[in-house]
């Protein structure tokens, strides 16, 4: 553009206008060298060097380059123009309010890093405080839950720990005694079938079969408690002759096979043969032994709380007294939510501030440049500087209009 104003143009016009035009040219052809220079020293180096000439001297150049052409663009319109004086004043305070805003675009530079480093640091403070309380939550949550349930387990309700010691027993013993009876009822398996099963389908079988077996003999003995309880004969004689059933059955096929398991040791050490009827003895005494032990215990305490599960009853003593339950009310989501409300206002507000942090130095800049201009056209500045906030922005910008139409005729203007 310089060859063209120095060259091309003059040897367009008659050699009367050449030395004017030179004198003319002479004011503009050296802002072009200058900015071209300017831009060359603040878009040279490395790329970092590249980027951090261009945070803070891109603007200011650019703002620079546009005051100095509005400026010598003004002075060649200055013999053309009516009031002078306010038009020299406007020009002033353009290049006052350029100063301006170079320092606040720096400062704000400066105030948008500080702040950005503190959201940075709060943020780190923040995940920092939630993951020790995450891991103190962590720590002393197996605590504070141990404490919770010895507090409520010793309140009256029901039993669980001893609902839960029943159908562990029941499954202990119905795993030693899938493992006692596993070859003996896979060859009956194999003699009714005529075809060998495997052992995982054997297991399958009978493990469920003796955990029900187990549990329904801690029924009986309740059944048979219940009714010595009311005193009533009938039920007496009859749940006692139900429950020697029960234990002639669990005697002759589940204990027996423990006895004679351990019927070689015992005559290798004594040398005494058990015969069946002590074979049966052993096995009535081990029943007995084991579910005494059992029943008082923890299986007087569980087993009714097992048929009241399985019946879908209210069981004796579920219900504490005095204490009331207590229902999910608004409350009970209604305080979520407004933190969520509130931590999103929060977020919301510091989103806006920071975006006007980094927003205001660059627009300041923007309308301090457009200001020049618009003092060469109009001869004052459009923008009032500097700007505080976005809406400010907002209600500072002009909205040029289209010229109000003519009045029809015969109306009034």
Same mark, same amino acid.
């Given at each position: 553009?310089?060859?063209?104003?120095?060259?091309?143009?003059?040897?367009?016009?008659?050699?009367?206008?050449?030395?004017?035009?030179?004198?003319?040219?002479?004011?503009?052809?050296?802002?072009?060298?200058?900015?071209?220079?300017?831009?060359?020293?603040?878009?040279?180096?490395?790329?970092?060097?590249?980027?951090?000439?261009?945070?803070?001297?891109?603007?200011?150049?650019?703002?620079?380059?546009?005051?100095?052409?509005?400026?010598?663009?003004?002075?060649?319109?200055?013999?053309?123009?009516?009031?002078?004086?306010?038009?020299?004043?406007?020009?002033?305070?353009?290049?006052?309010?350029?100063?301006?805003?170079?320092?606040?675009?720096?400062?704000?530079? %400066?105030?948008? %890093?500080?702040?950005?480093?503190?959201?940075?640091?709060?943020?780190?403070?923040?995940?920092?405080?939630?993951?020790?309380?995450?891991?103190?939550?962590?720590?002393?949550?197996?605590?504070?839950?141990?404490?919770?349930?010895?507090?409520?387990?010793?309140?009256?309700?029901?039993?669980?720990?001893?609902?839960?010691?029943?159908?562990?027993?029941?499954?202990?013993?119905?795993?030693?005694?899938?493992?006692?009876?596993?070859?003996?009822?896979?060859?009956?398996?194999?003699?009714?079938?005529?075809?060998?099963?495997?052992?995982?389908?054997?297991?399958?079988?009978?493990?469920?079969?003796?955990?029900?077996?187990?549990?329904?003999?801690?029924?009986?003995?309740?059944?048979?408690?219940?009714?010595?309880?009311?005193?009533?004969?009938?039920?007496?004689?009859?749940?006692?002759?139900?429950?020697?059933?029960?234990?002639?059955?669990?005697?002759?096929?589940?204990?027996?096979?423990?006895?004679?398991?351990?019927?070689?040791?015992?005559?290798?050490?004594?040398?005494?043969?058990?015969?069946?009827? &002590?074979?049966?003895?052993?096995?009535?005494? $081990?029943?007995?032994?084991?579910?005494?032990?059992? &029943?008082?215990?923890?299986?007087?305490?569980?087993?009714?709380?097992?048929?009241?599960?399985?019946?879908?009853?209210?069981?004796?003593?579920?219900? %504490?007294?005095?204490?009331?339950?207590?229902?999910? $009310?608004?409350?009970?989501?209604?305080?979520?939510?407004?933190?969520?409300?509130?931590? %999103?206002?929060?977020?919301?507000?510091?989103?806006?501030?920071?975006?006007?942090?980094?927003?205001?130095?660059?627009?300041?800049?923007?309308?301090?440049?457009?200001?020049?201009?618009?003092?060469?056209?109009?001869?004052?500045?459009?923008?009032?500087?500097?700007?505080?906030?976005?809406?400010?922005?907002?209600?500072?910008?002009?909205?040029?209009?289209?010229?109000?139409?003519?009045?029809?005729?015969?109306?009034?203007?």
């Amino acid at each position: 553009m310089n060859a063209v104003l120095q060259t091309v143009l003059p040897q367009a016009l008659p050699d009367q206008w050449r030395d004017a035009l030179a004198v003319v040219l002479s004011a503009i052809t050296w802002i072009i060298d200058w900015q071209r220079l300017a831009l060359g020293l603040v878009l040279s180096g490395t790329d970092a060097l590249v980027v951090t000439k261009g945070v803070f001297l891109l603007l200011p150049t650019a703002l620079l380059i546009a005051a100095l052409w509005g400026s010598i663009l003004s002075l060649y319109t200055l013999p053309f123009r009516s009031g002078r004086g306010a038009f020299l004043g406007a020009l002033l305070m353009a290049w006052w309010d350029a100063g301006r805003m170079t320092w606040f675009y720096w400062a704000g530079i %400066a105030r948008f %890093a500080l702040v950005l480093v503190g959201w940075v640091w709060g943020l780190l403070r923040l995940a920092a405080s939630l993951l020790a309380r995450l891991l103190r939550f962590m720590v002393t949550r197996p605590f504070a839950l141990l404490d919770w349930a010895t507090k409520q387990y010793f309140q009256p309700g029901v039993p669980w720990l001893a609902f839960l010691f029943i159908l562990f027993w029941s499954a202990l013993e119905a795993t030693i005694f899938t493992f006692t009876l596993k070859p003996t009822l896979s060859e009956v398996l194999a003699d009714l079938t005529s075809t060998e099963l495997a052992g995982w389908a054997v297991t399958a079988v009978l493990w469920p079969f003796l955990f029900i077996l187990i549990s329904g003999s801690f029924a009986a003995i309740q059944a048979l408690s219940e009714a010595i309880r009311t005193k009533k004969v009938s039920q007496i004689v009859g749940m006692a002759f139900v429950e020697a059933f029960v234990m002639f059955f669990e005697v002759m096929f589940l204990y027996r096979e423990l006895v004679d398991a351990i019927t070689p040791w015992i005559a290798e050490q004594t040398g005494f043969q058990l015969g069946f009827a &002590w074979t049966l003895a052993l096995a009535s005494f $081990g029943w007995i032994g084991v579910r005494a032990m059992t &029943w008082f215990l923890f299986g007087r305490f569980g087993t009714p709380a097992l048929l009241g599960v399985l019946a879908r009853q209210d069981i004796s003593g579920a219900k %504490a007294r005095g204490v009331a339950t207590q229902e999910l $009310g608004p409350e009970f989501w209604r305080g979520p939510i407004s933190a969520l409300k509130a931590e %999103a206002a929060w977020f919301k507000a510091e989103g806006r501030e920071l975006f006007e942090l980094a927003s205001l130095p660059v627009l300041q800049m923007l309308a301090a440049a457009l200001n020049f201009a618009v003092v060469v056209i109009l001869g004052r500045p459009t923008f009032t500087l500097p700007f505080r906030t976005l809406d400010q922005v907002l209600a500072g910008t002009p909205h040029f209009g289209v010229a109000a139409k003519a009045p029809a005729p015969g109306g009034v203007a």
